[in-house]
């Protein structure tokens, strides 16, 4: 867990093993529906992209929300994603030519990007949403994963930053 997707450095990830990473949209580099990257997530990239950490964006937003904003930032893209299925973790492996094991999904839902994630065999990463929804049925889910945080192990990426 981190909460924010800068505390994830290029140097945590090379520790893990990973080479590539997989980037959630919607409340992970942003807030919903909004076309401009949260602050710090430009020069969160660059630093990846300097350390030679491949990314790509895997959302299950539609390619009208997904395209202008992987585009904005540079990178490539899978819209309609269909997470939590594996398929598209697989397509981001095949796209970066980097094995699902050395891959690190970050997002900020557990029922799509985590669970995907890890089923496919993924690093993962849960960050804080930037915003709380409205909705009720996010709302339902957040409780759900309130649920989910108690019982799973888990541990804070910033903190492990921290003592490295
Ligand atoms: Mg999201």
Redesign the pocket.
């Known amino acids: 867990m981190a909460d924010r997707v800068y505390r994830i450095t290029p140097q945590l990830l090379q520790s893990w093993g990973v080479k590539g990473l997989v980037l959630?949209?919607?409340?992970?580099l942003t807030t919903?529906d909004n076309p401009v990257p949260d602050q710090g997530v430009t020069a969160w990239l660059e630093q990846n992209r300097q350390a030679g950490i491949q990314m790509i964006v895997l959302?299950?937003n539609s390619p009208e929300r997904v395209k202008p904003f992987a585009e904005i930032l540079g990178l490539d893209f899978i819209a309609d994603g269909a997470k939590p299925l594996k398929k598209g973790y697989r397509r981001c492996s095949e796209a970066m030519n980097i094995p699902c094991e050395q891959l690190c999904m970050v997002?900020?839902?557990i029922f799509?990007?985590i669970l995907g994630g890890n089923n496919a065999g993924c690093k993962t990463v849960l960050v804080q949403?930037i915003q709380k929804e409205k909705m009720a049925f996010f709302r339902f889910k957040r409780a759900m994963e309130r649920l989910v945080l108690r019982i799973c192990p888990k541990k804070r990426a910033d903190s492990i930053l921290h003592l490295s």
């Open positions: 959630d949209i919607d409340n992970t919903h959302s299950n997002g900020d839902q799509t990007d949403p």
